[in-house]
């Protein structure tokens, strides 16, 4: 265990034992992955600073409920995706993808490319959609994943692996259709 990750677990035993200071020095230091985590899923800013938000008051109010203190990261992570997912179900239908053109992605990718790589993936079944923003988006492993959404790491291959089939022909087909 590294040194960073040994004084992230005692942080984390701290905030266990109900250390405000030591919960906030926690979140301060997952601050912009929580950001960049939940604008993945709700594409605005002031959605997703409201799941961020929400995610850390679930977060501390559960706080007690971790139980292994070097997933906290994953458990954190776990909860803003249900958050945001939360979210996503309540806001109504025509919402799109228009919403942001600035939408993360690869840099060195152009703001067409982004825009047709996000409609693909919005295309693709939540659970697909899931897996797919935390590998390639957040650069999650298989394990983390894994333990993000409670599936079973073969499982998160398995979708992985059907998501970059489905988005490879979706992509296609959005070539040709543009060609035309």
Not at 116 to 139: I, S, T
Not at 141 to 162: D, F, H, K, N, W
């Amino acid at each position: 265990m590294k040194k960073s990750e040994k004084q992230e677990k005692a942080l984390v035993k701290k905030a266990m034992r109900g250390s405000p200071k030591a919960f906030g020095d926690l979140i301060e230091a997952q601050q912009e992955y929580l950001y960049r985590m939940a604008y993945l899923y709700v594409r605005q800013e002031a959605d997703a600073l409201d799941v961020v938000q929400e995610s850390i008051l679930k977060a501390y109010k559960s706080l007690k409920t971790l139980r292994e203190p070097e997933h906290f990261r994953t458990w954190l992570t776990k909860i803003l995706i249900n958050t945001a997912q939360d979210l996503l179900r309540k806001r109504k239908p025509e919402a799109s993808l228009a919403e942001g053109p600035d939408l993360p992605a690869p840099e060195e990718m152009s703001p067409e490319e982004r825009m047709d790589l996000h409609w693909a993936v919005a295309q693709l079944p939540e659970k697909y959609q899931d897996v797919v923003k935390l590998k390639y988006f957040d650069g999650c492993t298989i394990r983390e994943i894994s333990q993000a959404t409670g599936m079973p790491e073969g499982t998160v291959s398995v979708y992985l692996r059907r998501a970059i089939g489905r988005l490879q022909i979706l992509l296609k087909e959005e070539a040709v259709c543009e060609r035309k």
